[in-house]
Antibody, heavy 117, light 109 residues
Framework: EVQLVESGGGLVQPGGSLRLSCAAS????????MSWVRQAPGRGPEWVAS????????FYVDSVKGRFTISKDNAKNSLSLQMNSLRVEDTAVYYC??????????WGQGTLVTVSS | EIVMTQSPATLSVSPGERATLSCRAS??????LAWYQQKPGQAPRLLIY???TRATGIPARFSGSGSGTEFTLTISSLQSEDFAVYYC???????????FGQGTKLEIK
């Protein structure tokens, strides 16, 4: 059974940093592109970042470029998102998701990030 | 950036009736369109990809159609568990820049 379990969310002040993690199991993690998708309260999902199977290619939505870094550890079946210079508008539930043909069949349960003073 | 616009924002339908949800892309996405269902407190669930292909385990009452800029999700006979929010997502771009619509809330009439 495919499982994706996020952790690391919490309350942080504007300008602060947070590192999200996603533990993957039940599939060959090294064979898949992985993504972070976020959803602000009452809004639709927003794609944040994607990383290639071997971690050699990474892509980000413009609003997080230069602030967020996606990484993948195939030996530990783990996906991470390092978030720096956080803004109030980054407040959202962050989901780890497995890409298949550029859409998402498997999602984690999400972890809430709140940026507030 | 490709903008996805869904209509209506809220759709009220009685159980057993048909629901038709629309999604429009600001430019052609070919058939690179997926639909998701989301219930409160849950992650989105993939229903349809490639505009019209049902994901594994999705009931046949869900169907998708369209290409280019106009897409439709049809639920042929609404069951109680179908009342939820539905999102479309385009995945045409390369390098990746996937965008979702703002959602249609399907509520019980």
């Amino acid at each position: 059974e495919v499982q994706l379990v996020e952790s690391g969310g919490g309350l942080v002040q504007p300008g602060g940093s947070l590192r999200l993690s996603c533990a993957a199991s039940g599939f060959s993690f090294s064979s898949y592109w992985m993504s972070w998708v976020r959803q602000a309260p009452g809004r639709g999902p927003e794609w944040v970042a994607s990383i290639k199977q071997d971690g050699t290619e990474k892509f980000y939505v413009d609003s997080v470029k230069g602030r967020f870094t996606i990484s993948k550890d195939n030996a530990k079946n783990s996906l991470s998102l390092q978030m720096n210079s956080l803004r109030v508008e980054d407040t959202a539930v962050y989901y780890c998701a497995r890409e298949e043909n550029s859409n998402y069949r498997y999602w984690g349960q999400g972890t809430l990030v709140t940026v507030s003073s | 950036e490709i903008v996805m616009t869904q209509s209506p924002a809220t759709l009220s339908v009685s159980p057993g009736e048909r629901a038709t949800l629309s999604c429009r892309a600001s430019q052609s996405v070919s058939s690179n369109l997926a639909w998701y269902q989301q219930k409160p407190g849950q992650a989105p669930r993939l229903l349809i990809y490639g505009s019209s292909t049902r994901a594994t385990g999705i009931p046949a009452r869900f169907s998708g159609s369209g290409s280019g800029t106009e897409f439709t999700l049809t639920i042929s006979s609404l069951q109680s568990e179908d009342f939820a929010v539905y999102y479309c997502q385009q995945y045409k771009n390369w390098p990746p820049w996937y965008t979702f619509g703002q959602g249609t809330k399907l509520e019980i009439k």
